[in-house]
């Protein structure tokens, strides 16, 4: 898709054994490429990496010089398997040490719940040196930012209210819009004319999704784009498009 201004490239890395065994239905994927295309910021890889320092620092490496933005989740409790800020420490060559407004906010924390700032829980105030926090407004232990990466909570409430700070301090571009044609055909009827209008309007994505009702195929076609005249140029001609092959098919009878 084509654009004079082309938003922001981000990507976003899972961190969790409990995700690659199963034990884990990850939410955080899709609540991530919803709210960054809302805000205009093209959501273009995920990567799923166990809780291993070599795993976590090769995959983040590999994304934090290719996208404008990285966004991690899991691995920042107070658990031994709680890696993810030495690792991320590792990958930009930093110490990892206790950050001070994150240890006061923590404390202050426990102790007015009558809890004790266990050295376990204390591991939560780790960051890796000169980090940023980002606020947790649900349970106070912080993410942290460090240079395009923001590291955040696998827990879905708190990944999601960490992602409602971080998002504002972004430079984002025009939401992607879209608009969904319902198709009587399969994919192996409108593939061929459907591929020549997608060369015709470079300027919007053209995603085919077929389904299947027990009896027969059809298929959702949605037109993506941030320009709303390139979507509905290309929907005039996908729906004559439809109409031409249903026509001829005796699709539209059936």
Do not use: W
């Not at 994505?205 to 009896?215: E, L, R, V």
């Amino acid at each position: 898709m084509s654009d004079t201004h082309p938003a922001p490239r981000a990507a976003m890395l899972a961190i969790g054994d409990e995700i690659l065994s199963g034990r884990t239905k990850d939410r955080n994927i899709g609540h991530l490429a919803s709210v960054l295309t809302l805000a205009g910021i093209d959501l273009k890889e995920v990567r799923i990496v166990p809780d291993e320092t070599p795993a976590i620092v090769e995959a983040l490496n590999a994304l934090r010089t290719t996208y404008d933005f990285v966004f991690t989740s899991g691995g920042i409790g107070p658990t031994h398997d709680d890696i993810t800020a030495d690792a991320i420490g590792a990958a930009f060559g930093l110490p990892v040490t206790v950050h001070r407004q994150a240890n006061e906010r923590l404390a202050a924390s426990y102790r007015s719940r009558d809890l004790p700032y266990t050295e376990a829980r204390q591991r939560m105030a780790r960051t890796p040196e000169g980090a940023s926090l980002i606020d947790n407004p649900i349970s106070v232990a912080p993410g942290f930012r460090v240079e395009n990466v923001f590291v955040m909570a696998g827990v879905p409430s708190i990944f999601a209210a960490m992602l409602d700070n971080v998002l504002p301090t972004l430079p984002s571009g025009p939401a992607i819009q879209s608009v969904a044609i319902t198709c009587p055909l399969g994919e192996g009827d409108i593939g061929g004319p459907l591929g020549e209008i997608q060369k015709r309007h470079p300027g919007t994505a053209i995603g085919s999704y077929p389904k299947f009702d027990g009896q027969r195929y059809s298929t959702e076609l949605v037109i993506r784009s941030r320009d709303p005249a390139a979507i509905e140029a290309a929907r005039v001609e996908v729906e004559a498009m439809i109409a031409t092959v249903s026509a001829a098919t005796g699709a539209a009878k059936a």
